[in-house]
């Protein structure tokens, strides 16, 4: 028996082809209505927030919800609100953002989310959203008691935006809320076109197209880029997405954009991030007026240090042709993402892993992975071992639906989806996805005469090429675990293992 030696395992040789299929799907149980986010406390259950302003706790071992909170003033529209002239009829129509206090696995059992509810329902009734502090009971599985933090936020026809986030940043707890533009495309909701709310997302005195921000009790932080008005970033369409980098305090949002350009944005405190007249990259000045309207920015005298900010990352930013079906268009409608940290997936490991919602002629429902560079900055550079941006379970869009929200579990082993819809997808539920790395180990290395392979999985055979990808002639005896490469000269190659499921896996190895 050999003595098997340090055992070169080059996963990233063809780990991105592959590790789609390094995942066991399931899915869970519980019965779920139109869920919003998906979060995961450190003892793995699955907290998700739902249309109709309830929350649910779901046990990922057994699959089961359970309701926590249903908020008695949830409302989707005063009837005299709503409108056939919008493509949705109700202002509002949704719940959407929840989120732990930042200190919620030690100490802290507090939930905050953001649903619509009717401002002054015995005068001229509105929509609006609100968000509230929920406190749970010691188990943690029903709500003792409810405050509104945040009163009077804008709703509207559509782009909603909806996420929160509670954050700890050096010693200060904060809460973000993205809000979208509240407006709608040119489809004759507002016949009047400068009545649509998308109008208003440049003004940082009004609530639409801005990210927020808030003390985690709802007051104003005191050095907020404007006195006592929770504007922390502008320009923005409908951003459905926020995600905090820990590790070095950074802040992004997804957003959708119109035609073009859904982004990734690095969210710095006061900034224009460009919509309605500048979208996406800076320099492609594909939208009449782009190239006017950033070369002849003025900056707001109110706002320190303010200028334009292009996106981290646009998809989509060639123009599409105006008449073409949204289905057509290459953007993805990317909805909430996290970034990962974990050590169970080392491919993963820097990446933002952002939710999409469409399956379209260019685009599926999937998990989009957006590698950082190491300060988590700006986008990695592109190389061809290290992809920037490649994707997870697009092969299941169908059954998956559109993806609302991604959760990770606290071992980093475990990636968890949550759909609202979707052609095929038969119901809205939780996806479960586990890291089960296949293995194929060869030895020794470097190897004389016999090659052994051992593997997780039933193998079907092995092959064996140089690196020029000229196949060596070798006596593979089907079904064993070694082959014979006493013929081969000395020097690099590749053992190309195919499994009985049809996974490949190429090992290297040296021959001397
Ligand atoms: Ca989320
Ligand atoms: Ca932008
Ligand atoms: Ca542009
Ligand atoms: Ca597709």
């Known amino acids: 028996m050999p003595v098997k030696l340090l055992l070169v ?88 953002g929840l989120a732990l206090h930042p200190d919620f696995n ?18 001229t009734p509105q929509t609006k959203f609100k968000i509230v502090k929920i406190e749970l ?8 008691a409810v405050w509104d933090l945040v009163l009077d936020l804008p709703t509207g026809f559509d782009h909603l935006g909806g996420r929160i986030l509670a954050i700890k940043e050096k010693g200060n707890y904060y809460l973000f809320v993205s809000t979208g533009d509240n407006g709608t495309a040119d489809d004759g909701c507002y016949s009047n076109p400068a009545l649509n709310p998308n109008n208003l997302t440049q ?39 926020l995600i905090y980098n ?3 305090q950074l802040l992004y949002n997804v957003e959708h954009g119109d035609k073009t350009d859904d982004e990734v944005n690095l969210l710095q405190k006061g900034m224009n991030y460009g919509w309605k007249s500048v979208r996406g990259y800076h320099n492609d000045n594909n939208r009449a007026g782009e190239a006017e309207a950033v070369s002849q920015y003025t900056p707001n005298p109110n706002i320190a240090g303010d200028q334009l900010v292009e996106p981290m990352y646009a998809w989509c930013h060639s123009a599409q ?13 990317p909805s909430d993402g996290v970034l990962y940290s974990g050590n169970s997936m080392p491919f993963l490991n820097n990446c933002l892993l952002i939710t999409t919602l469409k399956d379209g002629a ?30 997870l379970f697009s092969e299941d869009g169908i059954a998956n639906g559109r993806l609302r929200d991604i959760a990770i579990s606290p071992d980093g082993s475990t990636i968890y989806l949550i759909n609202n819809g979707g052609i095929g997808s038969g119901r809205d539920k939780i996806i479960e996805y586990k890291y089960a790395p296949k293995n194929v180990l060869v030895y020794p290395n470097p190897v004389e005469d016999e090659l052994y392979v051992d593997a997780t999985d039933s193998i ?32 690099f190659y590749v053992a190309q293992v195919k499994m009985q499921s049809g996974e490949l896996f190429r090992v290297k190895f040296i021959k001397k």
């Not at 690196?467 to 089907?478: A, D, F, K, M, R």
């Open 460 to 491: 079907e055979n092995i092959n064996i090429f140089d690196l020029n990808g000229n196949q060596i002639n070798t006596n593979y005896v089907p079904n064993s675990h070694s082959i014979d490469v006493s013929n081969a000269a000395n020097g």
């Open 203 to 241: 003004d940082p005195n009004t609530l639409n197209g801005k990210i927020l921000r808030y003390h985690i009790n709802g007051s104003i932080p005191s050095d907020n880029p404007i006195a006592g008005n929770p504007f922390y970033t502008r320009g923005h369409r409908n951003p459905q997405g």
């Open 9 to 96: 395992l080059v996963f990233s040789f063809i780990c991105h082809a592959l590790h789609a299929q390094h995942f066991v799907r399931r899915e869970l149980t519980a019965e779920l209505e139109i869920p919003w986010e998906i979060q995961c406390s450190n003892d793995g259950n699955l907290w998700i927030s739902e249309s109709q302003g309830r929350i649910v706790k779901v046990n990922p071992t057994t699959g089961i919800g359970k309701q926590i909170f249903k908020a008695k003033d949830y409302s989707d529209a005063h009837p005299s609100e709503k409108s056939t002239l919008c493509h949705k009829p109700s202002p509002g129509s949704g719940c959407l």
């Open 362 to 391: 260019n685009t599926n429902q999937e998990v989009q992975c957006i590698r950082l560079s190491s300060n988590g900055k700006s986008v990695a550079e592109i190389s061809n071992s290290r992809p920037n941006v490649f994707t």
């Open 246 to 248: 820990a590790q070095f």
């Open 137 to 144: 009971n010691k188990n943690r599985d029903s709500a003792i």
């Open 321 to 333: 042709p105006i008449s073409s079906f949204y289905l057509d268009w290459c953007t993805p409608a």
């Open 106 to 123: 030690v100490d802290s059992p507090y939930v905050f989310r953001l649903y619509s509810y009717l401002k002054n329902p015995l005068g």
